[in-house]
């Protein structure tokens, strides 16, 4: 009998070895004001996981907070590459991807990041990204405004890495689309009170308010342009607008796409709408697995996984195709959403 035992666990240990552990590690926030958004990207990698079926490897997910803070960022990083040594490590927008991506680099571990810079993943070759990227954003939000007939725009924008981008690109096209910007306002995150700004870009009589900013400062300029009695229609970056009273019957540029299929899935799942950013982690996460089960074997390393993604073309992901380019960006078109009824409704895809 102990001889029959011995030889079973002989046969089984080829089987158990090809089991390895591919450690995914994601840097979002969890705290703070945007912590809604960290919850979605969580959220989306949890659906992912808990739907995965015959897989040759384990797929842990470890999450760590940042509440998008670079210094939280840099250390959760150092945490996850060193300490936890994951393979994968994962960040949201071009501010943290900028912190993450030099620490990977060096760790020659694949960082898969949200962000909608095309140049992080075209400068660091253990960076990929998985968004709809600025230039998209930039023309369908020029798009917008020429269709509209709005010729002049007051702009208030973040003072943030990624809104910096989109920005440059902004100014540099808007001629192009008959469009002027004859007000700019940049701020800092801590400013609260905008009134002074509204009034003197009230004063030049603008056709439009393009807001690029997060939340709440998006909310808060809205309100207080309404309190001061001015009715001009907004616009801007409102994906993160939590009361879509203020945006009602506007139309906006948004980062956000996803299948009908992953959003009935999400909503059963999680009793509620997926927020933001959810479709990307649920698709990075079987982009991952997907790259990872072509070696059932053995697990791969970070430069043979990289090979493996960027060989992917219209894979069928919760935003829909998907095809990565040489740089590691795997990009999806800006949408129209408009608010209808207090409901987001798709308008362009």
């Not at 992917?312 to 949408?335: L, M, T």
Request: charged share 25%; proline share 4%; with cysteine.
């Amino acid at each position: 009998m102990k001889k029959l035992l011995s030889l079973t666990f002989i046969l089984l240990m080829p089987i158990i070895g090809l089991c390895d552990t591919v450690k995914i590690g994601v840097i979002v926030p969890l705290t703070g004001n945007m912590t809604f958004v960290g919850e979605d990207v969580k959220n989306g990698f949890l659906l992912a996981q808990e739907r995965k079926s015959d897989s040759q490897h384990n797929y842990q997910i470890i999450f760590e907070d940042n509440a998008l803070d670079l210094k939280r960022t840099a250390s959760a990083a150092q945490k996850l590459l060193h300490v936890d040594q994951v393979d994968v490590v994962v960040s949201l927008w071009p501010p943290a991807a900028r912190v993450v991506a030099p620490m990977a680099e060096r760790a020659k571990v694949l960082h898969y990041t949200i962000a909608w810079d095309p140049a992080i993943a075209e400068e660091y070759h253990y960076t990929l990204s998985h968004q709809s990227m600025v230039d998209s954003h930039v023309r369908e939000t020029l798009n917008l405004l020429e269709k509209k007939k709005f010729k002049t725009a007051a702009f208030f924008q973040l003072n943030e890495a990624g809104f910096n981008i989109g920005t440059d690109v902004m100014l540099s096209e808007a001629e192009n689309y008959g469009v002027e910007f004859i007000e700019k306002v940049i701020f800092d995150p801590s400013q609260k009170n905008f009134r002074s700004e509204i009034t003197k870009a009230a004063s030049k009589n603008p056709d439009v308010y393009l807001i690029w900013a997060v939340y709440p400062e998006t909310e808060i300029i809205i309100k207080q342009l309404r309190e001061q009695g001015i009715n001009t229609p907004v616009t801007g970056f409102f994906d993160v607008v939590q009361n879509y009273e203020l945006i009602e019957g506007t139309t906006f540029v948004s980062e956000i796409s996803a299948t009908e299929k992953f959003q009935k899935l999400y909503r059963e799942r999680f009793k509620q709408e997926f927020k933001l950013k959810a479709p990307n982690a649920y698709d990075i996460f079987n982009l991952l697995v997907r790259s990872y089960e072509t070696s059932p074997e053995r697990k791969l390393d970070a430069d043979s996984v990289i090979t493996q993604l960027k060989s992917i073309e219209n894979f069928p992901g919760a935003v829909g195709k998907i095809s990565i380019d040489s740089s590691g960006n795997s990009e999806y078109p800006a949408v129209w959403h408009k608010v209808v009824n207090g409901k987001i409704k798709v308008l362009r895809r």
